[in-house]
């Protein structure tokens, strides 16, 4: 029932905001869905955590702990991704922009579409956690690609139409081989009769023909992988992630790329209950790994401080990755990863959005000595690096913790010395942009206009991060069971 | 029954081929809009007995789509855009075709050696699986946006034959919801299309390379 409304809320909405004329009437109700769905998602959340918990109704959607975990940080993120879109939209509509680097006059989309596309996304990515079918959940995921297309070409620009159509397109065809993946999981399960039911494949999994099942995971990781920005399927995801507008750019990287991770994870399962877990984990290891690797390369010389934000992304899905792949205590690890990258890559993105809108750049090097000019913005901009970077206290730096403790546990001493050189390195390529940005020497921008500071859009931002830094401190008991119970539906152990 | 059925299976095989060498670009998407109607009728043949109404209707919703909609959306795109009538490859025609041979011998072989369940139509697989490769090779070696869109919808053919020669079937909604996705997919690139178009004066994908790690401020942007 909740389930259902869960899912009806949003989709009724996005349809309902194409058709609305008022772009008031609009703004409110993105925020007032957004509300309702968080209210609904901490609902759902009660009843399966609390006491007599139901285990739900079957069906093709209903939530385990592990939907319930990854729905729980969508609905959050769109919550206040909403307060803040509404802010931005008020001030785009007054003060329509200027291309940041280019220099010339852009339009933007209609408002009722970039409104509308983004509810319906929020229907997509809510219909991905709950999906008990893969074939639904396959849907939902393509789905979430189409529906988010039109978000990153919010700003009418050539680069941002270039990199629309590399994200349609590489997407596109990478989830149609997760389809292949799909019908070799349902020819491996084909005398059995297990199906592409969640409950059915893991009952029967250990009658699967191997072979096939191998072959439905590498398609499957392939295809989830090119959305989720695994290297080396990575290359649409900085173009997108720098492109859209902040607001985009933090749903794209927070919510919609868990999603594709909740799509690997569901198969790596199966494999596990399969006696599988030795080859999916060698997989989803050695790709994280290269994925980890290659964002550390990429992260040297960067220019751009969004394209910087969407290396860090690609860093902590290799680490998220690594985490499922060594299993055992880790994959707990990698989920809370993906909570914490999620609230703290979020917050950082709005605030890019904000550094945007004072400084009229997004090349690092032309922003200098930004605590003059905004200053909470820019604490908030050396927070979110610190956070993001997983220096204590902090969800990201215990969930790296973990992962290292797994890996040294499991004698994996060359994986557990690349890893730690990977973050060293991120970690000083990132130290050097985030300090020139905020302190340096502002120079020769005498005749600029103050910047009004707007605090609805920093709200999200510091809410996020203080989120992620009680993660760090203090995991409340009813997370904690759920990251658990999560960890155990993705095939790890505690 | 299925003597029928293998003909098709070579039709579409022959139609991959085609499509590696063909230069115009209203050929191209006959080309492809035919697959699509042949790759549709597919599953009634290979059928024992009397097919049922679902299957019927099904397989009309998807000729319609791939034999209909589809190839007006994409001669519309191509219209708009003003598009030159080739398809401007990157690799030479014979290259093309050599390497649409090659994938049907690869195919052939893996399609031998893979465990799948028998089908009782010969060669379906390894039809299956030179589709896809097909399409992949217009998406990589074809400049134009339209054809990379052409390209994705060979590999979507492809992976219908696929799903038809493992017998795997998925429930109605299950199927709606694909071929849903897959109808919004070509829909949102031909908006795309329209604005690259529009915003470039062409369609030429090889342009679109504004956005990368290394270029950028060598340019002097």
Same mark, same amino acid.
């Given at each position: 029932m909740i389930t259902r409304a869960l899912l009806l809320v949003p989709l009724v909405a996005g349809t309902l905001a194409f058709l609305l004329r008022s772009d008031a009437a609009r703004r409110a109700l993105l925020v007032w869905t957004a509300r309702l769905h968080f209210l609904l998602t901490a609902l759902v959340t009660y009843l399966h955590l609390g006491p007599g918990s139901d285990p739900g109704e079957p069906g093709w959607f209903a939530f385990d702990n592990l939907g319930l975990l990854f729905l729980g940080v969508t609905s959050l993120l769109f919550l206040g991704a909403s307060h803040y879109a509404v802010r931005y939209l008020e001030l785009e509509k007054r003060d329509p922009g200027? #291309?940041?680097? &280019? &220099?010339f006059i852009f339009n933007n989309a209609p408002e009722a579409v970039f409104t509308g596309c983004l509810l319906l996304f929020l229907a997509a990515m809510t219909a991905v956690t709950a999906s008990r079918h893969l074939g639904m959940l396959w849907a939902a995921v393509e789905a979430t690609t189409l529906l988010s297309a039109p978000l990153i070409y919010f700003h009418r620009t050539r680069r941002s139409l270039e990199a629309t159509w590399k994200y349609l397109l590489i997407c596109s065809v990478g989830i149609a081989l997760a389809l292949m993946g799909n019908l070799f999981l349902g020819a491996a399960g084909l005398k059995t009769g297990a199906g592409l039911e969640l409950e059915g494949l893991l009952a029967k999994a250990a009658v699967l023909d191997q072979p096939l099942l191998k072959a439905a995971f590498l398609f499957l990781f392939v295809g989830y992988g090119t959305k989720m920005g695994l290297s080396p399927f990575h290359t649409w995801l900085p173009d997108a992630h720098s492109e859209a507008p902040a607001v985009v750019s933090a749903l794209l990287s927070g919510a919609l790329l868990n999603c594709a991770f909740l799509g690997i994870l569901r198969v790596s399962g199966i494999c596990a209950a399969a006696g599988l877990a030795g080859f999916t984990g060698g997989i989803l290891t050695l790709f994280g790994l290269l994925s980890l690797v290659t964002a550390a390369l990429f992260m040297v010389g960067q220019r751009d401080y969004k394209r910087m934000l969407a290396y860090s992304s690609i860093e902590h899905m290799g680490i998220m990755a690594l985490g499922a792949g060594l299993g055992g205590g880790a994959v707990f690890g990698a989920l809370l990863a993906a909570l914490s990258h999620s609230l703290t890559k979020a917050g950082l993105f709005f605030t890019s959005g904000l550094v945007l809108a004072a #400084? @009229?750049? @997004?090349?690092i090097s032309e922003v200098k000595g930004l605590w003059r000019r905004a200053p909470r913005t820019a604490a908030l901009w050396l927070a979110g690096f610190f956070l993001i970077t997983g220096t204590p206290p902090s969800g990201v730096f215990l969930a790296k913790f973990i992962i290292l403790k797994e890996a040294l546990e499991q004698r994996h001493y060359a994986l557990a010395a690349a890893f730690l050189l990977s973050l060293a390195i991120l970690f000083a390529g990132m130290a050097r942009y985030f300090i020139s940005m905020t302190f340096g020497e502002r120079e020769g921008k005498s005749g600029e206009k103050p910047y009004v500071e707007e605090p609805a859009m920093l709200l999200p931002a510091a809410a996020f991060f203080v989120c992620v830094i009680l993660a760090g401190l203090y995991l409340p008991g009813w997370l904690g069971s759920l990251l658990a119970g999560a960890a155990l539906n993705a095939g790890g152990k505690l | 029954m299925n003597t029928f059925a293998e003909l098709i299976i070579v039709f579409i095989i022959l139609i991959d081929l085609a499509l590696a060498v063909t230069g115009s670009l209203s050929s191209c998407i006959k080309l492809v809009a035919l697959q699509g109607v042949v790759a549709g009728i597919l599953p009634l043949l290979a059928m024992h007995g009397s097919p049922h109404f679902r299957a019927v209707a099904f397989a009309a919703v998807i000729i319609a789509l791939k034999g209909a909609v589809f190839p007006w959306l994409m001669m519309r795109a191509r219209d708009r855009s003003g598009?030159?009538?080739?398809?401007?490859?990157?690799?030479?025609y014979p290259a093309s075709i050599l390497l649409c041979l090659g994938a049907f011998i690869a195919s052939s072989w893996l399609g031998s050696r *893979? %465990? *799948? %369940?028998?089908?009782?139509?010969?060669w379906i697989v390894p039809a299956s699986l030179a589709t896809i490769f097909t399409g992949f090779l217009l998406i990589t070696t074809r400049t134009k946006a339209i054809t990379q869109v052409l390209g994705y919808l060979v590999i979507e053919n492809g992976i219908y034959i696929f799903g038809l020669a493992l017998f795997v079937e998925q429930p109605m909604m299950v199927e709606l919801a694909i071929l849903l996705d897959v109808f919004v997919a070509v829909f949102v690139m031909g908006i795309a299309i329209f604005h690259i178009s529009r915003e470039f004066d062409h369609i030429d994908t090889a342009e679109l390379s504004e956005l990368s790690d290394w270029r950028r401020g060598e340019d002097g942007r």
């Open positions: 200027e #291309e940041a680097d &280019g &220099g #400084e @009229k750049t @997004k090349r | 598009a030159r009538k080739d398809v401007e490859p990157l690799i030479s *893979l %465990p *799948l %369940p028998e089908t009782g139509v010969a």
